[in-house]
């Protein structure tokens, strides 16, 4: 593969994200925001 194009963002329709549990002691927030950060995406839905 052309590492020019392994680096081009991939950008998604939808992205569903559930039960990340942010309250809870094992629940990777740093590793969560460091996903959104990178995301691209016409639509994120979160759910509790």
Do not use: K, W
């Amino acid at each position: 593969m052309n590492p020019a194009v392994a680096m081009l963002p991939v950008r998604h329709r939808a992205v569903f994200i559930s039960d990340v549990h942010l309250g809870s002691r094992h629940c990777h927030a740093a590793e969560l925001a460091d996903f959104l950060g990178t995301l691209r995406c016409g639509q994120l839905y979160l759910s509790r």
